[in-house]
């Protein structure tokens, strides 16, 4: 087994749509390790972040944050620590475009 350390997804969606973050691969395994969430607006904003296990709809249950808040110009550091299976998806939403997630973790294949 290889495990690679790695930036697994960046993205600054579009405000109200659900964007796929990060889908882990076929054979694979993920260690998440950290997400970082930067607010580059001059005004609060807020963001989702959720992850859909084997890709399913979005539900309920899947949340991780909800409609947190993040000050204009502030960056917030989540430390996770989950682990995700192939075709698991981590999806993000924000309020509005101001907003870039960046996910960090070890791909193990």
Same mark, same amino acid.
Do not use: H, W
């Given at each position: ?32 390790? @950290?997400? &970082? %969430?930067?607010?580059?607006? $001059? /005004? ?8 859909? #296990? ?32 192939? @075709?698991? &998806? %981590?999806?993000?939403?924000? $309020? /509005? ?8 973790? #070890?791909?193990?294949?």
């Amino acid at each position: 087994m290889a495990e690679t350390l790695k930036v697994l997804g960046q993205s600054a969606p579009n405000g109200s749509t659900e964007t796929a973050l990060y889908t882990v691969p076929a054979s694979t395994e993920v260690t998440v390790s @950290t997400l &970082v %969430v930067c607010n580059r607006g $001059s /005004s609060k904003q807020t963001f989702r972040v959720y992850v859909a #296990v084997g890709g399913e709809a979005t539900a309920s249950k899947q949340y991780l944050f909800y409609d947190m808040d993040i000050a204009a110009n502030d960056t917030i550091t989540a430390t996770l620590g989950i682990t995700l299976a192939a @075709t698991d &998806v %981590v999806r993000v939403y924000a $309020s /509005s475009g101001d907003l870039s997630f960046n996910l960090f973790g #070890v791909e193990i294949s």
